[in-house]
Structure formats: C-alpha cells, structure tokens
C-alpha cells in the first residue's frame, strides 16, 4: 500500500510500520485517540469539577470578575454559546492578553485594571 511501509522481523512477521503522515496523518491521529481511549479505560475517574480546581491551583494566574448583571446576561444566552463565553473567560485567567487584544480607552468605576476588547467570535 502506498504511503505505509511494514518493518519485518528475521522471520517476515511485521514488528513495526511507516506511515506516511502527510497522507495519513487524520487516520493515524484517530488510531492514536482509539488506542489512549483503550489505555486509559480502567483507570482512576475525577470529576470536571477536581480538575478544574487543579488547573486553577497550578497555572491560573488572574481572576476574572464579572458583574452579577453580565452573569445574569450571559445564563440567559443559549446554553451552547453561554458556555462559549463562559470558557473563553475562564481562559483569561490563564492569559488576560490574548493575540489581537485592543486596549480601551477610558477606566471602569472601580476597577483595578485596565478594560480590554476581546478579538473573539462567538
């Protein structure tokens, strides 16, 4: 088969293979997930919850405050994109100057930092 090359042992059973990534890179890729699925299968589970308290503990380095009127605003979005805007803010934790920032001119009443305009699209 072209793009996929088997390595043989001294008695022609296949030990190994080459595969042309370029061609088949997505397919490789879906094999790999199968295959960490397989090996992960018995293991230990968390909840979302844990692992998000542990990635807070470890890489978070800001807090992002919302005001309980834009909380509001952002539960009574459609469910798919409220979570959109609700993981694109916890991101800001981790980077609160994400590629394509805008500074805004001009300071929020009471706030300690300067406002910024996000570049994403919901």
């Given at each position: 088969m072209e793009g996929i090359h088997f390595v043989t042992d001294e008695n022609g059973h296949k030990i190994a293979v080459h595969i042309d990534l370029g061609r088949y890179g997505e397919l490789w890729e879906d094999f790999?997930?199968?295959l960490t699925i397989e090996q992960r299968r018995n293991d230990e589970r968390i909840s979302l919850r844990e692992v998000r308290k542990r990635l807070a503990?470890?890489?978070a380095d800001y807090e992002v405050v919302v005001s309980r009127r834009a909380a509001d605003e952002i539960d009574d979005l459609p469910k798919?994109?409220?979570l959109r805007v609700y993981e694109k803010l916890e991101a800001l934790g981790y980077e609160p100057r994400p590629r394509g920032v805008k500074k805004l001119r001009g300071s929020a009443k009471g706030m300690a930092h300067s406002r910024r305009r996000l570049p994403w699209a919901l």
């Open positions: 790999y997930d199968a503990r470890c890489v798919p994109i409220a």
